[in-house]
């Protein structure tokens, strides 16, 4: 059984901190790359402390692109951590290409409280 897991949290606490070392950047060099490419949407600096902080934060696009921007890394893993974060994956999503190289990174597995969230959706589509 898969843990619940703030992925999108962290993905960024992976790579940004307070204490920065050769593996991690300052808040503040995170911020001066972090620019959604699509919107020019840059997340404030208060945001990034509460990511940082894993307290509670409210996710969009336009974060999600600001993020990728400023972790150089594919929107598309950034969009699969934010999809574990907010609902999770079935085992058959995970088979390839973003949620699998995802969980790689996050070292995670599907489990039963994903399974509960897709059970409940497609009883939700169905009536």
Same mark, same amino acid.
């Given at each position: 059984m898969a843990e619940s @897991?703030?992925?999108?949290? =962290?993905?960024?606490?992976?790579?940004?901190g307070k204490h920065t070392?050769?593996?991690?950047?300052?808040?503040?060099?995170f911020l001066?790359?972090?620019?959604?490419?699509?919107?020019?949407y840059r997340p404030s600096n208060g945001l990034i402390g509460k990511i940082v902080r894993g307290q509670s934060y409210g996710i969009n696009p336009e974060l999600i692109g600001a993020i990728a921007a400023g972790l150089d890394l594919p929107r598309s893993i950034v969009a699969a951590a934010a999809h574990l974060q907010l609902i999770g994956y079935e085992a058959a999503e995970l088979e390839g290409e973003a949620p699998a190289e995802l969980m790689k990174r996050l070292d995670? =597995?599907?489990g039963e409280p994903e399974r509960?969230?897709? =059970? @409940?959706?497609?009883? =939700?589509a169905s009536q």
């Open positions: @897991r703030d992925a999108l949290t =962290e993905l960024v606490q992976q790579h940004v070392g050769t593996s991690k950047m300052s808040v503040t060099a001066q790359k972090a620019v959604d490419p699509d919107s020019g995670v =597995e599907p509960a969230v897709a =059970e @409940r959706w497609a009883s =939700e």
